[in-house]
């Protein structure tokens, strides 16, 4: 019980992680993507790839996941969610056609059976009498070092700023001379390449290849 218990408070991280990429979408471009899961399934993918199946380095792994998803993301955004712009259901019906459609491509091209991802650091270390991997404390730090990063940008920048503003009225933003189209490319930009996709994954060891609903 103790051993689950802090394996939750460590999980809890990547999985606020999740929801704050899926927040992004939603508090600035009033959107809600399904497929975002979809999303960190095709990141987990990328990285399986490219890390075990190509046995490049762990970090191209990362890098290429989080680089793919980005551009994933603004090409969602440019070809589908603009184009259906003040259709909210149109909109929604498209991201969960294309979560269907990345999942059957995933089917095609990996198998339908689950996949192994190997740790990104191995071993083991004991805190309270409960075993916890080295792999899922890394990847809470990391979590929480992108969550407090992403809270500093918001806060600190010019760009995060100007997202508040979005968030709150896009007329009025407009009027004080922000782009709400530029904002929202970022904003999708940025969720698509959230990096908690090839973060928690790793952690859990494991993924299948449904994941098309969101957290």
Avoid at 145 to 169: C, E, K, N, P
Wanted: proline fraction near 5%.
């Amino acid at each position: 019980m103790l051993q689950i218990i802090i394996q939750g408070l460590l999980l809890s991280g990547l999985y606020a992680l999740i929801a704050m990429g899926f927040m992004l979408i939603f508090s600035i471009g009033r959107t809600l993507n399904l497929a975002y899961g979809a999303y960190i399934m095709i990141g987990g993918y990328i990285y399986f790839w490219l890390s075990q199946v190509l046995g490049m380095p762990k970090a191209v792994g990362f890098l290429g996941a989080v680089g793919i998803g980005a551009v994933m993301g603004l090409l969602k955004h440019r070809l589908i969610v603009k184009p259906l712009k003040g259709d909210p259901v149109a909109v929604e019906i498209s991201t969960l056609i294309l979560a269907v459609i990345m999942q059957s491509a995933v089917v095609l091209l990996f198998g339908d059976a689950s996949k192994i991802l190997l740790p990104i650091i191995p071993g083991v270390v004991t805190i309270s009498g409960a075993q916890v991997t080295y792999n899922i404390l890394a990847a809470t730090v990391m979590s929480w070092v992108i969550i407090l990063a992403l809270y500093a940008f918001i806060r600190g920048t010019h760009t995060g700023r100007a997202m508040q503003a979005v968030s709150m009225d896009q007329k009025g933003a407009a009027i004080s001379g922000v782009d709400p189209d530029r904002i929202n490319m970022i904003t999708w930009a940025i969720s698509g390449g959230w990096v908690l996709r090839v973060v928690s994954l790793p952690a859990t060891r494991s993924f299948p290849h449904r994941c098309g609903s969101p957290p």
